[in-house]
């Protein structure tokens, strides 16, 4: 169930089976000649969607702009700094909180959200800690997860693509997007096959080391087959785990 889909009543009378949230969030940036500006954000929100659905989850309204900074050399990129994310992280989660929700479950569909995440995570704890509750308060946790980094989904990337799948405007995730949106399928010739790979630092490094965009893949193997497949996959292992820290004390 979508949270923006409900009524306060709804959410209410609801708050009062399950005290768990799943929040998709992602990114809005360059992903190659034929991934999607919103790749990240709209694989995260898909999976969402699909575990809601498979674990009978209420899902919060995406977070759709993440942290980017690196990919600002592409047109179309946008970009919050650390700071701003960690604020935007800290505002939801303390909204969720004040309503009872104490399970956060973060649905990431980008690895350059992590350490902000992770981040926004410890100011959130550091904050409970100087306010001194918890001694008879329920605790809030909060939890991330990659949807593209589980077992069971990298497995399968591995079997796809092996050493095309890189990290960046992966075949996987672009397959997802085509599973996903097949009106939004794009084709597109890339050369080298594989991109190169290499570290990231700014925005003007990062457009010189991977001139197209891509990191160490090749999404020119990207098929909405596969997405189904990588769909099916990454929502079992995530309601999966989802239901564990619903359970975990
Ligand atoms: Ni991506």
Same mark, same amino acid.
């Given at each position: 169930m979508l949270l923006h889909h409900c009524t306060w009543q709804e959410v209410e009378a609801r708050l009062k089976r399950s005290t768990g949230i799943i929040v998709p969030i992602g990114s809005t940036e360059q992903h190659g000649?034929?991934?999607?500006?919103?790749t990240d954000a709209l694989c995260a929100e898909v999976v969402a969607h699909g575990v809601g659905e498979a674990a009978d989850a209420l899902v919060a309204p @995406?977070? =759709?702009?993440?942290?980017?900074? &690196? &990919?600002?050399? !592409?047109?179309g990129s946008i970009t919050l700094r650390p700071s701003t994310l960690i604020a935007v992280v800290c505002d939801t989660v303390h909204s969720l909180a004040r309503h009872g929700f104490d399970r956060i479950y973060f649905v990431n569909g980008?690895?350059?959200n992590i350490a902000t995440l992770s981040a926004a995570f410890s100011e959130i704890y550091a904050e409970r800690s100087f306010n001194g509750q918890g001694h008879n308060t329920p605790a809030v946790r909060c939890r991330l997860k990659n949807? !593209?980094?589980g077992p069971a989904i990298k497995s399968l990337s591995e079997e796809l693509?092996?050493?095309?799948?890189?990290?960046?405007?992966t075949p996987s995730e672009v397959s997802l997007t085509q599973y996903a949106f097949p009106e939004s399928v794009k084709r597109a010739a890339m050369s080298p096959e594989i991109a190169p790979k290499g570290p990231i630092h700014d925005a003007q490094d990062y457009r010189h080391r991977f001139p197209d965009g891509r990191?160490?893949?090749?999404? @020119?193997?990207? =098929?909405p087959e596969a997405g189904k497949r990588l769909f099916d996959t990454a929502v079992e292992e995530v309601a999966g785990e989802y239901q564990q820290f619903l359970s975990a004390g």
């Open positions: 000649p034929n991934g999607l500006i919103g @995406t977070i =759709s702009v993440g942290m980017a900074q &690196h &990919h600002l050399g !592409f047109a980008h690895g350059g949807w !593209f980094d693509y092996g050493d095309a799948e890189g990290s960046h405007a990191i160490g893949s090749d999404p @020119t193997l990207a =098929s």
